[in-house]
């Protein structure tokens, strides 16, 4: 199915109608490129670079897509596109990163998407991730995470994500700061994190902290740490 292989023991079943299509389907897939699918079933906010890859593993979805309207903006048919899917991915690359092993559950509706992640990660870029190129770099560890976007037709900014979970960092670069090891605790919502711990250790920097730190205009940060810092001109930018 479209470069993808569905395994032995996979099931499927799907409607089409005056209102779209509906579907469902539960098994084991290699080979699946979630660009090409997007491209295919003229799907802008999938049919993207960042989406091109390889996904393999075991999954549970349904889901269902409106149809298009002669005239209608993209964006008000994403808003009614909806996804509920969970599962396992094994050795699949994504974003220009690679997971070796990552449970999932995701679920879009109204255009928002909320993404359940538990597993390990490699190689990824925190600049394609966010949006943000002053923060390019390299990124390896693992997490469980629990993120939020308000709006998956709109780039990713700051205001509109939101996160609760732990992410711990291995040898990893960020806005061309060396980092032998990271964790964050804690959520992020409306521009604000409150940090159960941050701690961070590097040949470029080193943290300690914890308590809120708002990145708004309106919030009162009441944030405690303690920073070493030897590459100042590099922690500036970020």
Known sequence: VEGATLNTGTTAEFKTGRDGVSYGARGNVTGLNVRRVGNVMRIAALDKAAYDGTLNGDFDV???VPPQRRGAPGGSRVAQLTLD????LTDSTIMGGRLPRLA?????AGGALKILADGRFEGFDPATLVNRQE???NVTGTLNVNVQL???TAPV???SIAADGRVALEKSTVGGLAIDDAGVEGKYEAQVADLKRLQV???DVKVDASGRL???RTSDSNLKYHVEAINIPELAKL
Not at 104 to 108: D, F, R, S, V
């Open 135 to 137: 923060i390019a770099g």
């Open 201 to 203: 250790n590097g040949p």
């Open 62 to 64: 349904t889901g269902s």
């Open 104 to 108: 999932y559950e995701t679920h879009l």
């Open 150 to 152: 308000a709006d998956i």
């Open 85 to 88: 899917a969970k599962g396992t």
């Open 214 to 216: 708002a990145l708004d």
């Open 157 to 159: 900014t700051a205001e």
